[in-house]
């Protein structure tokens, strides 16, 4: 390993001395040096299209798109808005009571995701991750818009992440904790993408 990493001198001479630079140049190869050819084909490919050039000149707007940095968190209105395709039964059918109850009972659970009260310490990126596969909103949105079904058949919340579908059970629409826990576990646990 230290040989792979750049570091020539045999470890049969190493001194207590020679920690440091072992440590330092250990730690280069791994954050830097062993994913170079990445970072150069990386770089190569966004010159080829412009937008080194862009990123150098605007590096302030291009931040979001490569790190973490002035993320904002998730809230509940901004998944209640991302999940505006709602695909209810017609309007005075029994499925369609069902599904506005369904639904109050949704929006109740992501607010208590944001305050902090969700059972099982649901958060708002669970849910998020749970029908599209990420916990953070893409900073240029999802290719479709999200929607939300129903079901009267299923015992627990199921997803197309390819589709960007939530499909919420009708069954708990008079209990509320029940639909929570429900809810919370299909949310927290489903084991990720490719895996519900």
Do not use: W
């Amino acid at each position: 390993m230290t040989i792979e990493s750049g570091f020539s001198k045999p470890v049969s001479i190493m001194t207590m001395d020679d920690r440091e630079e072992l440590v330092h140049i250990v730690a280069l190869h791994y954050t830097l040096l062993r994913s170079k050819a990445e970072l150069d084909q990386l770089k190569m490919g966004l010159q080829s299209v412009g937008v080194a050039d862009a990123m150098k000149a605007y590096p302030d707007l291009f931040e979001g798109f490569f790190t973490e940095v002035g993320m904002k968190c998730l809230t509940a209105d901004e998944l209640q808005k991302l999940l505006r395709d709602i695909r209810f039964s017609p309007k005075g059918s029994s499925e369609r009571e069902k599904e506005e109850a369904t639904y109050m009972f949704f929006l109740d659970l992501l607010h208590s995701c944001e305050d902090g009260t969700a059972p099982e310490l649901l958060r708002l990126e669970n849910v998020l991750s749970f029908f599209t596969g990420a916990d953070t909103l893409p900073p240029l949105g999802f290719k479709y818009s999200p929607s939300l079904v129903f079901n009267s058949e299923n015992t627990f919340p199921t997803a197309s992440t390819c589709a960007l579908e939530l499909c919420l059970p009708t069954k708990y629409h008079q209990d509320y904790t029940t639909f929570c826990q429900k809810a919370a576990l299909a949310f927290i646990s489903h084991g990720g993408v490719g895996l519900i």
